[in-house]
């Protein structure tokens, strides 16, 4: 045997398994980045992340959250957010997204009006499953703040209070809108117009049935009540 026919044995065993590729120690970055608490309360903080494939067996129950939003603009950011939920696919973790309003009705000039009023200027309610994605297109539709919560994280309302709130919403066409009377019993007022015109009294009833205000004048030197349309007085 020649010197330069070594027997296969004496070869350095191959550091390689066939059909891998060689790694490269400077790779190994000595295990996870850690990730700090995405609930931390910081401007960029984010949810903890929740599964989003629709491969999944079934979408998490939906809470309702509340979202600090512009005043004056309660609808028209709560269509844009319904537009970017659909356009982003995520329908299937959205439900309602709420302004929260009631139905008054007012007297100008002696004419009726029926009017929606906010009941909470500068927010609106949404129900959702709350996990990366929903976070992020919510918090990135322009006019919305942030959600209420405490110590940086989102709090879902109480089941409670979501139905005295909804059941408040609804709209009930059999139900006379209530009146907007902004007297209570025992003020001071005077009437602007009509027959007793410039007199002042206080108020006794309000009916806001009829928008109608019962108001204790003194007329001949006793205490007479009086009806009065509830725009005829205001407060001395």
Not at 91 to 110: C, L, M, N, Y
Not at 167 to 193: M, Q, S
Request: aromatic share 8%; net charge negative.
């Amino acid at each position: 045997m020649h010197d330069d026919e070594l027997p296969h044995s004496h070869l350095p065993p191959s550091t390689v398994t066939p059909g891998s590729a060689p790694v490269d120690a400077e790779d190994d970055d000595d295990g996870p980045a850690e990730i700090a608490d995405p609930f931390a309360g910081s401007e960029d903080a984010a949810p903890v992340a929740h599964a989003t494939d629709e491969s999944a067996a079934t979408v998490p129950d939906k809470h309702w959250y509340i979202l600090k939003v512009q005043s004056n603009r309660e609808d028209s950011i709560r269509d844009a957010l319904l537009r970017r939920v659909r356009m982003q696919g995520l329908d299937r973790f959205f439900g309602d997204v709420i302004v929260p309003k009631e139905q008054v009705t007012e007297f100008k000039a002696g004419k009726k009006k029926i009017v929606s009023r906010k009941l909470y200027p500068g927010y609106i309610l949404v129900n959702m499953v709350l996990n990366d994605e929903t976070w992020y297109v919510v918090r990135e539709t322009g006019g919305i703040g942030d959600f209420t919560g405490s110590a940086g994280r989102p709090s879902p309302m109480l089941p409670q209070d979501v139905a005295k709130l909804l059941n408040k919403t609804e709209a009930k066409t059999d139900e006379t809108p209530r009146l907007r009377i902004n007297f209570k019993k025992g003020d001071r007022v005077k009437i602007t117009e009509g027959t007793f015109e410039n007199f002042e009294g206080e108020v006794e009833q309000i009916d806001e049935a009829n928008g109608r205000v019962t108001v204790m004048l003194s007329i001949f030197g006793r205490s007479t009540p009086v009806d009065i349309e509830y725009w005829q007085i205001e407060n001395v």
